[in-house]
């Protein structure tokens, strides 16, 4: 029953960075692992990095990995993902979502429970 908020999109040049921001509400944030998934136009949903219940591990698409981080505050029920050198192909629309089951480091659409509305990134050349 968890809602999720994504903020901190918009318009960058490549080779830019933003960071994006997921405000959870509920209880039992701090229970399960978080992630971010990205969907260009015309595309399906892939996967772009998850964090664990406790932010000590984390798991990054190779296409980030190295220029993304995902990290957590939950005490504040909030997961971001700080995107730098971004490259045209990182457009698309970013959602945050939740693992439906507790205390799994979750990184396949199946297994996450609950979704953001998204934010847009746009990457210009």
């Known amino acids: 029953q968890v809602q999720l908020v994504e903020s901190g999109g918009g318009l960058v040049q490549a080779g830019g960075s933003l960071r994006l921001s997921c405000a959870a509400s509920g209880r039992t944030f701090s229970r399960y692992a978080m992630a971010w998934f990205r969907q260009a136009p015309g595309k399906e949903r892939e996967f772009v990095a998850t964090?664990?219940?406790?932010?000590?591990?984390?798991y990054y698409a190779d296409s980030v990995k190295g220029r993304f981080t995902i990290s957590r505050d939950n005490a504040k029920n909030a997961v971001y993902l700080q995107m730098n050198r971004l490259k045209p192909e990182a457009t698309g629309v970013y959602y945050c979502a939740q693992d439906a089951t507790p205390y799994r480091l979750g990184y396949s659409l199946d297994r996450f429970g609950s979704w953001g509305q998204g934010t847009q990134v746009t990457v210009s050349s």
């Open positions: 964090i664990n219940w406790s932010g000590g591990n984390t």
